[in-house]
């Protein structure tokens, strides 16, 4: 097996790398922007796939066996990585529960003309919400990665997404799609705010930790936190959708998109993805 990524086929739009451009350039984030990368290699070689964390006490089953060598989906997220407050403010609902089952995988178009993205969603049996309601005790949240592609020639992995597997106990920081991406799809779920950022796990000292902050959550003094919180800063359910209004609209009177890039980029947060099979 190789011991490196050998790049095979990159697929990217002018979103992502105006979107990357811009991030260098430490100016708001343009798009909230996912694509497909194909690439060709190994399991064992891909970054971070089979890795002990060093904060938990867990092996991560990722999506791509060590074993594995063939051609993959790799789906960087562009989302942006946000503080901890702030990811409280940007949630419309934060829970802490337990992952109880997997749905079969979705394999869902790309609405920027990119490669189709293997995704699955995960069922999260409500424990305690600390902001938002829920209308039942299982919620629905999607994450990214899988082995079904459009001719079975590709699998899915996308190393700063959220993993979430039966028998995670989490804290999860959520928002349900209010406006379209790359893979968004219309529907009654949920989706991690700010990716991996977005979720926090029962360690064996009994308290959650986080793979990005070094931040941990112990739930009663978590639910004071919240109370307080919730109080300052009311939920607002277009949150996400104004933070990116505004970033295409800073990136375009700072100059650093030209207006068609600016209409693009607004028209895009209108457009949701189809699931395929």
């Known amino acids: 097996m190789p011991d490196q990524i050998i790049i095979h086929r990159h697929i990217q739009t002018v979103v992502t790398v105006l979107t990357a451009a811009i991030l260098l350039l430490g100016v708001a984030v343009a798009f909230p922007a996912s694509e497909c990368n194909i690439v060709e290699a190994a399991g064992d070689s ?42 409280i403010i940007a949630s419309s609902l934060v829970i802490s529960g337990t992952v109880t089952d997997q749905s079969e995988e979705h394999l869902i178009s790309n609405i920027n003309g990119g490669d189709a993205g293997c995704f699955t969603d995960v069922y999260v049996s409500v424990s305690e919400v600390y902001r938002g309601e829920v209308k039942d005790n299982v919620i629905v949240v999607r994450v990214a990665g899988g082995s079904k592609s459009l001719n079975d020639d590709y699998v899915t992995y996308a190393p700063s997404e959220a993993s979430l ?91 650093v998109i030209p207006e068609d890039q600016y209409q693009n980029g607004i028209d895009a947060l209108g457009k949701f993805a189809e699931i395929i099979k």
Not at 56 to 64: D, H, I, N
Not at 224 to 230: C, K, P, S, V
Request: charged letters at 25%; glycine letters at 8%.
């Open 46 to 87: 891909l970054p971070g796939n089979q890795v002990e964390s060093w904060q938990l006490g867990r092996r991560g089953t990722y999506q791509v066996p060590e074993d594995y060598h063939g051609m993959v989906c790799m789906i960087e997220s562009l989302m942006p990585n946000m503080e901890y407050e702030e990811l």
């Open 165 to 255: 597997f039966p028998g995670d106990e989490v804290v999860l920081f959520l928002q349900k799609p209010k406006f379209g991406d790359s893979y968004i799809t219309r529907g009654d779920y949920y989706l991690t705010v700010s990716a991996l950022r977005g979720v926090f796990y029962r360690d064996t000292d009994g308290v959650y930790h986080s793979q990005c902050f070094d931040k941990v959550i112990e739930l009663s003094a978590f639910q004071l936190e919240m109370a307080a919180m919730n109080s300052e800063y009311p939920i607002d359910d277009n949150y996400y959708l104004n933070y990116f209004r505004q970033g295409i609209r800073s990136n375009y009177e700072s100059g």
